[in-house]
């Protein structure tokens, strides 16, 4: 379902479109009451049929929203219209990470500087009990403050949720099997209970396994392989066989110092951290 200029949800006015992914369409919006411009997300209809999945939902939104971090999008409200479920954001101007690895690999010192940056997202979000588990390119903007951290959506305080006996299942995934195909080069899945982005995916995630940090530290060793290289940690022709790569742990070729920057080893390698059962470990 598509807003047009002038929509009123709530407080918030839409105002023009600013993407669509895998769970809907963000907007860039009004705040009516305090003047300012916002980025509104807006979630597929199904969630608020599922009163189990709005609450999972809302427990969430409250944890992100708690997150005050320069390398994190602020969460600034949730809300709810006619059945329409939506998130309001901090609005970010710039290019996702996504865009920017469509004109190639980044250079050194760009890489340096983005990859610490969304290591010290993700380290505050850790140490506050919050996995992401969907990080990906599309899903962090350079902005010109820095690399900030978007759609901590499907993220769950590991710890006590756990503790609570709360399912260990993507929180939105039941949302994600719903929406139509993605966007052109979007590498979304339908098949079997694997949804959401594969490539960036860490193995137990792909087993249905509850992820943790170590997982988001899976997924940001393939983000910055392919911020070096250009090229995807893990390929494959089909999900299927992107899937045994990741598990079998045959990514991309060794890459060293003759693509240009030594020291970069094999994707998933060294910044995986232990498979859960193991020591966690720390992003920063
Ligand atoms: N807070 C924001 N400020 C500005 N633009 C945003 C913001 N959040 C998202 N966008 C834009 O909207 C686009 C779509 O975002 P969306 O999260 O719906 O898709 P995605 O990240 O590609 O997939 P997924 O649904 O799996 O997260 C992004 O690529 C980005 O360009
Ligand atoms: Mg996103």
């Keep these: 379902m598509a807003l047009t200029s002038g929509t009123k949800l709530g407080p918030y006015e839409i105002l023009s479109p600013l993407g669509a992914g895998g769970m809907g369409e963000v907007y860039r919006a009004l705040d009516i009451r305090l003047e300012r411009s ?5 979630l597929p209809a199904n969630l608020s049929s599922d009163p189990g999945l709005r609450q999972r939902l809302e427990r969430e939104a409250k944890a992100v929203s708690a997150l ?19 998130l309001v954001m901090e609005l970010l101007e710039g290019e996702t990470l996504a865009d920017r690895l469509r004109r190639g690999p980044l250079p050194l010192e760009q890489i340096a500087k983005v990859g610490s940056e969304i290591a010290d997202g993700l380290d505050a979000a850790h140490r506050a009990g919050i996995v992401h588990r969907d990080l990906k390119p599309s899903n962090i903007m350079l902005a010109k403050s820095g690399a900030k951290l978007m759609d901590f959506g499907l993220a769950k305080p590991a710890a006590t949720s756990a503790a609570a006996g709360v399912s260990s299942a993507p929180m939105l995934s039941a949302a994600l099997t719903m929406t139509s195909p993605s966007p052109q080069g979007s590498p979304l899945t339908t098949a079997g209970s694997i949804v959401g982005t594969i490539q960036y995916m860490s193995p137990e995630q792909i087993e249905g396994r509850d992820a943790d940090a170590r997982s988001d530290i899976f997924a940001f060793g393939a983000i910055l392989y392919e911020m070096a290289t250009g090229k995807r940690a893990f390929e494959g022709k089909s999900q299927l066989s992107i899937a045994s790569a990741i598990l079998e742990g045959t990514g991309a070729a060794q890459f060293g110092a003759a693509d240009g920057a030594s020291g970069v080893g094999r994707p998933g390698q060294d910044l995986s951290g232990e498979r859960p059962g193991g020591t966690v470990r720390q992003c920063a």
């Excluded at 916002?38 to 807006?42: F, L, M, T």
């Excluded at 999008?73 to 479920?85: A, E, F, P, R, Y």
């Design 38 to 42: 916002v980025a509104i997300k807006v």
């Design 68 to 86: 005050n971090h320069p390398h994190i999008c602020t969460l600034h409200d949730i809300g709810s219209q006619d059945g329409v479920d939506f």
